[in-house]
């Protein structure tokens, strides 16, 4: 009778063994990296905006939790591609972040790039190409169309570096930059919250958009379970979809 109970342990432990090892293993938290980016990441807001909603939903469908690490937009990026941070959201394909990143098969929005421009000095153009020798504000890790970059490597324009929006904003205020590209949201949010009325009054935002640009939730191919975590969260982005939940997280993004 003990022999049957010790072959019937050991049957038991073997089953459970082949279970686990069969059974791909994902951690119960996604560390993820982003920077603000208000409306759509923000971190004092309830639920950290309304974009870091939809992605927290997503992966909350796949009974995964997510545990946010607010940092510079660029430290974000860069951290990421590194295997620093498991993941970040909000981010547009281009050469050196798809050698290092897994895309989410969908976009999870679509910004609407502009220019915003001093009141006292419109800027008119057709094509990027007519922004030759312009003064072009830019924040510092964030990419603004290959054409725009293309321009900067070529020295076709003349590229000012802030370390972050407002202060581009700021400088724009000063003329000392012709331009400061910006998502229009962004650029409405950031007027009318972050500057003072006067600095407000002296800026524009432009009609054009620029770029129409999708962005992503990404994975570091360094995690751990890179291509599976990616797949979660591709099927969590499904069900809200399927459920419709999607719907009402997305009003949020365009109020």
Do not use: C
Not at 82 to 99: C, I, L, M, P, V
Not at 115 to 128: E, G, N, R, T
Not at 139 to 163: C, H, P
Request: glycine content about 6%.
């Amino acid at each position: 009778m003990a022999v049957n109970t010790r072959w019937h342990w050991l049957g038991s432990m073997l089953f459970l063994a082949s279970f686990v090892f069969a059974t791909p293993t994902r951690a119960e938290t996604v560390r993820v990296a982003i920077g603000e980016y208000p409306p759509f990441k923000v971190q004092a807001a309830l639920g950290g905006g309304a974009l870091t909603e939809i992605v927290a939903e997503a992966l909350k469908a796949r009974n995964l939790d997510i545990s946010i690490e607010w940092v510079p937009n660029n430290r974000a990026i860069v951290g990421t591609m590194n295997g620093t941070y498991e993941a970040s959201f909000g981010w547009a394909h281009n050469d050196e972040r798809d050698a290092a990143l897994l895309y989410s098969s969908k976009p999870i929005y679509v910004y609407r790039m502009v220019f915003v421009q001093h009141i006292d000095k419109p800027v008119a153009w057709a094509s990027l190409a007519d922004l030759a020798h312009k003064r072009i504000g830019f924040t510092r890790g964030n990419f603004y169309s290959q054409a725009l970059a293309d321009m900067q490597s070529q020295k076709l324009i003349a590229s000012e570096i802030t370390v972050g929006d407002v202060s581009g904003l700021k400088m724009l205020a000063l003329k000392r930059i012709d331009l400061f590209p910006l998502e229009a949201s962004v650029a409405r949010f950031l007027i009318a919250t972050e500057l003072d009325l006067e600095t407000a009054r002296q800026l524009e935002i432009q009609n054009q958009m620029f770029w129409s640009v999708p962005i992503f939730f990404v994975v570091s191919k360094k995690a751990p379970n890179a291509q599976e975590l990616m797949n979660e969260f591709n099927k969590g982005y499904e069900e809200l979809f399927r459920t419709k939940r999607i719907e009402s997280l997305e009003k949020k993004l365009t109020r």
